[in-house]
């Protein structure tokens, strides 16, 4: 654990399942937070747009189709579907805006303002080579062209003195220099040991682009770190989507008619609207992050410390190592560039439930990354998919009935599938059974790459940990990945295709404040050096909180140093408490060796401070009295019809276990019971899956 001043426990959300017009609804107490009684927590994916509504003690989900050409329309849609007409509520949102503006370069036209002979760092960046065997490697274009790079007189040193002094007529000028932009991002060398510099320019631009509504992003604000590249980018990229971000949110504020809107941080914590407009940057892994925080709240419950999160939804998959906490990361990407700032470290795969099969042209069967997505989706929507997804081979293998897609309300057919799966099976010369299970084998194979990336290629036993699946899709391939790894479970939490718009409603307020120092261990004044650098960032991080509404004395803090032996490239996050021992103890862990007799440098201290995350219910089901009713139905097994009893989630108690093969539907995901592996339920409510040591009497048995 990080060195804090006061523990607190992690809220979550737990339930108490009832039926409504096929849908369950979830009930339970919870303390009522301050202000509007209702909060609506909003996840947009790529598919479905996931809302999550906590209202007087009691939760209501929905799942309503994503709209890609407009994130709010299916926002707003599905708010006016929960909400009264007019009813007071504080809107909490996963969003994907910053990230698909990115992806599809649909930012501002930034003017990037630094040092003269700097201006072209962002296309030098390191000399990693994008692809390795490629004679000529190919880097997407900096966001910013070489004619908006604006190079100023003015130089720091690396400890902060000036070696060059700014020049007051340049500064003057620049204001006319920038206006045409559609934003502004302001990276001066060294800034990290001495803003005044980066302020001077920053004080010199203001009122000319307040005037006009252009944003401006300051990198020792943002990110008071060393590394000019990463800095850089991280500033140039926060610039890019700040347009974008306050025009979405703006919108979203007033149409929505929410009394507040906070934002999911790709650190896992909320956000005020006011700072994601201009720290637009912290939401590039926004809805990923919910789940996370979601997925590690709930294997708690269920007793589970040592997890791995698994988040397969319609277009991709995110997997996530939680030894007992969520790890963060600097060394994060999107697109080719750079984000240095805090982000909980996220490993995605482009294979999700619309993920598109296709023979390639050496008859091989690939599956992904290319997606059907919302617009059109899978074949089995009847929207107009042509292509076969895993979706598809899950509906036409039995694994996905018609009933169990959003509670009977989906809309899927079978039969849709039959004539683009039979033409993918004569392209492989197979049955369109087979052509199906190849499809799901397929995308398992991408999948558990992913989570051996995350595990065992850091030092991590698969049989020490946990599978957390969720998502549209998780239910559907936990068991199979589970026995891929060899992890000890799978654990599907209640509501598991809603769980990243859960974690966003239980993710607590945080503020994280970092600054570069660059301090050997051996110095004897190290430590009296870190003390008031410390001090200060604290403070900081607590002002934040404050400004948003937070009780002083009701925050957690947290203190971290980035560490490294002295003359490498990179470092490992570590408590401060101890932190050279500490250092050591990672090293050892994440690469197989320790040298303590070497020096040790502390390069960037980090404060993060936590304010309560809001209360959310917890069920109370009662143990089970007998066995859970189940209906008969059929799958697809080596191309065999085979018997697979359905039963629905919500009428599953503690006690009850479930022996495969058989489906466990639920309004949000189905769960796949294989043979050889049977189901229980955990008081919490949590599904247990695990492989069969001995054979269970019956496909659905009573304990």
């Not at 890609?68 to 996963?94: K, Q």
């Not at 683009?420 to 397929?442: F, I, N, S």
């Not at 304010?611 to 799958?635: F, R, Y």
């Not at 695990?690 to 019956?698: D, F, Y």
Request: proline share 9%.
């Amino acid at each position: 654990m990080p060195s804090s001043e006061r523990g607190e426990g992690m809220s979550g959300t737990t339930t108490d399942e009832s039926t409504a017009g096929g849908r369950p609804a979830l009930t339970g107490e919870a303390t009522a937070p301050e202000g509007p009684t209702a909060v609506l927590a909003v996840d947009t994916g790529g598919t479905f747009t996931d809302l999550v509504l906590l209202r007087d003690g009691r939760v209501r989900t929905l799942k309503v189709p994503s709209t890609p050409d407009d994130p709010a329309r299916a926002i707003l849609e599905g708010a006016g579907r929960l909400l009264a007409p007019g009813e007071s509520f504080t809107l909490l949102h996963g969003s994907t805006v910053a990230t698909n503006a990115l992806l599809e370069r649909k930012g501002a036209r930034v003017v990037l303002v630094t040092n003269q002979g700097f201006e072209d760092v962002l296309e030098i960046g390191r000399q990693n080579r994008p692809q390795l065997y490629a004679l000529v490697g190919h880097r997407p274009p900096p966001l910013v062209p070489r004619v908006d790079r604006i190079g100023i007189a003015g130089r720091l040193e690396p400890d902060g003195r000036e070696l060059a002094p700014l020049d007051p007529a340049e500064l003057e000028g620049l204001p006319a220099r920038v206006r045409d932009a559609g934003a502004v991002a302001v990276t001066l060398l060294h800034s990290y040991a001495d803003p005044t510099h980066e302020e001077a320019v920053a004080e010199a631009l203001t009122d000319a682009l307040g005037a006009d509504g252009i944003p401006l992003s300051v990198s020792s604000r943002i990110l008071p770190e060393y590394r000019e590249y990463e800095r850089t980018s991280t500033t140039v990229v926060n610039a890019y989507v700040a347009p974008v971000m306050s025009r979405y949110l703006g919108r979203l504020a007033r149409e929505s008619g929410a009394g507040r809107v906070a934002v999911m941080g790709s650190g896992g914590g909320m956000l005020s609207v006011d700072r994601a407009v201009r720290e637009p940057v912290h939401t590039v892994l926004s809805g990923p992050a919910g789940g996370v925080v979601g997925a590690l709240a709930w294997a708690r419950r269920a007793g589970a410390e040592h997890i791995v999160t698994f988040d397969m939804g319609g277009t991709s998959t995110d997997v996530s190592l939680c030894p007992g906490r969520a790890l963060h990361t600097r060394e994060f990407h999107i697109d080719g560039h750079p984000v240095a700032v805090p982000v909980i470290d996220i490993h995605t795969v482009g294979a999700g439930g619309g993920s598109l099969a296709r023979v390639d042209a050496g008859g091989a069967l690939r599956v992904g990354p290319e997606s059907a997505g919302a617009d059109p989706g899978p074949v089995a929507y009847g929207r107009g998919g042509t292509g076969v997804t895993v979706t598809d081979a899950h509906v036409w293998l039995g694994r996905l009935p018609e009933e169990g897609f959003l509670g009977g309300e989906g809309g899927i057919g079978r039969e849709r599938v039959r004539e683009p799966l039979a033409r993918l099976g004569a392209a492989l010369g197979a049955t369109p059974e087979a052509a199906a299970e190849g499809v799901l084998a397929v995308a398992d194979t991408a999948m558990e790459g992913a989570l051996r990336v995350i595990s065992v290629e850091r030092g991590f036993d698969p049989a020490a940990l946990a599978l957390v699946a969720f998502g549209g899709a998780g239910g559907l391939h936990a068991a199979g990945l589970a026995g891929r790894l060899g992890v000890r479970e799978a654990l599907i939490p209640p509501d598991p295709g809603l769980l990243s718009a859960w974690g966003i409603l239980a993710a607590p307020p945080t503020r994280e404040r970092s600054r570069t120092v660059l301090l050997p261990a051996s110095d004897p004044d190290t430590a009296a050096t870190l003390d008031p650098v410390f001090r200060e960032l604290v403070r900081e991080a607590m002002d934040g909180l404050a400004e948003e509404g937070a009780a002083r004395d009701s925050l957690v803090v947290e203190r971290w140093v980035d560490v490294r032996y002295r003359g490498q490239s990179f470092e490992l996050r570590v408590p401060a408490a101890g932190w050279v021992e500490a250092f050591h103890t990672a090293h050892e862990a994440r690469y197989g060796y320790a040298r303590r007799d070497a020096e040790v440098e502390a390069v960037t201290v980090r404060a993060a401070a936590t304010a309560p995350a809001l209360d959310v219910p917890a069920p109370e089901l009662p143990p089970a009295e007998g066995p859970p009713p189940a209906t008969a139905g059929t799958v697809l097994l080596g191309g065999a019809p085979t018997p697979c009893p359905r039963l629905w989630r919500r009428d599953l108690r503690p006690g009850h276990r479930v022996a495969g093969p058989a489906l466990v539907l639920d309004y949000s995901a189905t769960t796949w019971v294989p043979p050889e592996w049977t189901l229980d339920v955990h008081p919490s409510g949590v599904l247990r899956l695990r492989a069969s040591r001995e054979p269970v009497p019956g496909p659905v048995a009573a304990e």
